[in-house]
């Protein structure tokens, strides 16, 4: 499971406030413990207004490229900041995102050509987000298939479904598992990934709704989230499911993190 660490991003009110007061600590020990608990990278995301954004995101690359070594995800809606805060990246990491919208792979894959760098495709276009798998899927197709003219390795390609939120649609872990399944099904080797909270917006408890969701859709094929991989109840979800799936030799991982107190209880 590849994890994408979550909590770096300003669009959690926690972190916007730690932004906004330039909070290097708060960031610091986001980043350390996000690395800790297992995250593969780190999302950096300013959640703040257009204006400030360039600034804000330079702060938090430099911040936690002086902290940690995991690679940035990093993340925007605008290409043309993606492009500017690339070259500040010490490695290549993962492009969040390219879409079926106009112009974003024409801007971002001939970049990353020939380089290390991963990209976070999203299952949407000029007609919005839908909820038919089988456009999900029709539109993956077409996303990697100009990622691959641009020389990207399927496996550096993660689609992300998009799945909607339960609350306003019913039926939307089945409309993105089956997405998973099509997709998964036409392209083994690249990755489906999902900002997986999404589906609990407006719902009470989320976690419940959150790990249930992890759970499931790994169950299906998704082999990367963006999660908090410091949230106790996802880390447990995460190494119990692979095991249920066959995906740990004698369960190995889920014993050896038990008895390291990183899930269960914790270490005397």
Not at 23 to 35: C, F, M, N, S
Not at 203 to 226: E, V, Y
Request: glycine share 8%; aromatic share 6%.
């Amino acid at each position: 499971m590849i994890i994408i660490g979550e909590k770096i991003n300003g669009f959690i009110p926690a972190t916007l406030k730690a932004i906004e007061s330039r909070d290097e600590g708060y960031i610091r020990e986001l980043a350390k413990k996000q690395t800790e608990f297992g995250a593969d990278y780190l999302d950096v995301c300013a959640g703040t207004a257009p204006e400030i954004e360039r600034d804000t995101l330079t702060w938090l690359i430099d911040l936690v490229q002086d902290t940690v070594e995991t690679p940035l995800c990093i993340d925007s809606s605008d290409v043309n900041v993606i492009l500017e805060m690339m070259p500040l990246a010490k490695r290549p990491g993962l492009i969040n995102s390219i879409s079926g919208e106009a112009g974003k792979c024409e801007a971002i894959l001939p970049k990353i050509e020939g380089t290390d760098w991963k990209v976070v495709a999203l299952t949407c276009d000029k007609n919005g987000i839908p909820t038919d798998p089988e456009v999900k899927f029709e539109i993956a197709k077409t996303l990697i298939a100009q990622a691959q003219d641009h020389g990207l390795s399927l496996d550096s390609i993660f689609i992300d479904p998009l799945v909607t939120t339960l609350a306003t649609t019913g039926t939307s872990l089945l409309s993105f598992n089956e997405a998973v399944r099509k997709i998964k099904g036409a392209f083994p080797e690249v990755h489906i990934t999902s900002g997986l909270s999404n589906i609990s917006f407006g719902m009470p408890f989320r976690k419940a709704i959150n790990t249930q969701f992890l759970a499931l859709a790994m169950s299906a094929g998704m082999d990367s989230a963006i999660m908090d991989p410091t949230s106790p109840d996802m880390r447990a979800t995460l190494y119990a499911t692979d095991a249920l799936l066959g995906n740990d030799d004698y369960c190995m991982n889920y014993l050896t993190a038990y008895r390291n107190g990183v899930i269960g209880a914790k270490k005397a």
